[in-house]
């Protein structure tokens, strides 16, 4: 049975700094895709960032320079470190996880079949 679960989320000032993390049971983080999304009421969830079983990595050209996705294979956990935060990256933050996925899809919502409940996220 595949869980993730997200943690970290808050409110936070613009500028500042927030990690999230992806505690993940049932699959092994190391062996596969990881992302973070993210969603507002009323849009669609947007890809944010993106890691694979190599530990190539995308991003969403809204976060670039900001963000940093990381993963700790012995820990299980998937990570996302938000720096400079801005008012616009308020949203609801998801965890994803696919095996067998191309680098080139890390960023697609429907290339995943597992998701988090997700974590709250507020920059004021």
């Known amino acids: 049975h595949v869980q993730l679960v997200e943690s970290g989320g808050g409110s936070v000032q613009a500028g500042g700094p927030l990690r999230l993390s992806c505690a993940a049971s049932?699959?092994?983080?190391?062996?596969?895709?990881m992302a973070w999304f993210r969603q507002t009421p009323g849009k669609e969830r947007e890809g944010v960032a993106g890691?694979?079983?190599?530990?190539?990595?995308s991003y969403a050209d809204s976060v670039k320079g900001r963000f940093t996705i990381s993963k700790d294979n012995a820990k299980n956990t998937l990570y996302l470190q938000m720096n400079s935060l801005k008012p616009e990256d308020t949203a609801m933050y998801y965890c994803?996880?696919?095996?067998?996925?191309?680098?080139?899809?890390?960023?697609?919502?429907?290339?995943?079949?597992?998701w988090g409940q997700g974590t709250q996220v507020t920059v004021s």
């Open positions: 994803a996880a696919q095996s067998g996925l191309n680098i080139r899809y890390v960023l697609q919502e429907v290339a995943y079949s597992y």
């Open positions: 049932g699959l092994t983080v190391s062996t596969y895709c």
């Open positions: 890691i694979d079983f190599d530990s190539s990595t």
